[in-house]
């Protein structure tokens, strides 16, 4: 199971709602199961169907969770026209096996779908999200 406060969750689907078209990407950190910070990351693909990080945020990102010693980390994106569900794309991309894989699906404008999951040696596991 993963906690996600309100706050971090409303700030996830408002990033994907303000980048759709555009797939949005990111990034939560925190100490034990907490997270303490969100980062917005830059989609370089600039596409609909996928996405990509910018190198040196996501190496800023690194080098502070590294610092504040957060080792509970979880990834987030959108995807504007498909379910919240790991695409093949994403499996073979997740590079972090002890990270959670946060998924918003924008398919329902009005009703965006939160989904989290564990993804390790390609193997999809969805896991519940509890808001706090």
């Not at 706050?7 to 990033?15: C, N, T």
């Not at 925190?30 to 990351?41: I, Y």
């Amino acid at each position: 199971m993963i906690t996600i406060s309100q706050l971090f969750a409303s700030k996830i689907i408002a990033h994907a709602q303000q980048c759709n078209p555009v797939e949005c990407c990111g990034v939560l950190a925190g100490p034990g199961n907490a997270f303490e910070k969100l980062t917005k990351m830059t989609n370089i693909d600039n596409s609909p169907f996928r996405f990509s990080w910018d190198q040196k945020e996501l190496l800023n990102v690194y080098l502070e969770m590294e610092d504040n010693n957060w080792t509970n980390r979880a990834v987030y994106h959108s995807h504007t026209h498909s379910e919240a569900y790991p695409s093949d794309t994403d499996i073979r991309m997740a590079g972090w096996p002890e990270a959670h894989y946060i998924i918003i699906s924008l398919m329902d404008k009005t009703r965006p779908v939160l989904r989290s999951f564990r993804i390790v040696d390609g193997s999809v596991e969805e896991e519940a999200i509890e808001f706090a």
